[in-house]
């Protein structure tokens, strides 16, 4: 496993946790949450997959 994959592992689910955060903070609204957290795991997954 190569430092890109290592990074992307680490870096996907804090951006999950952060967005999800700032949702219960009431900074994000429930579609904003969920677009985030969807896109985040898709590129982390194609990123992932194309190294």
């Known amino acids: 496993m ?6 992307l592992m680490t870096a996907a689910p804090l951006i999950v946790v952060f967005a999800i955060m700032l949702h219960r903070m009431g ?3 429930l579609s904003g949450t969920i677009a985030a957290v969807t896109m985040s795991v898709v590129i982390a997954a194609a ?3 194309t190294q």
């Not at 190569?2 to 990074?7: F, L, R, V």
């Open 27 to 29: 900074v994000l609204r």
């Open 47 to 49: 990123l992932f997959l």
């Open 2 to 7: 190569s430092d890109a994959q290592i990074g």
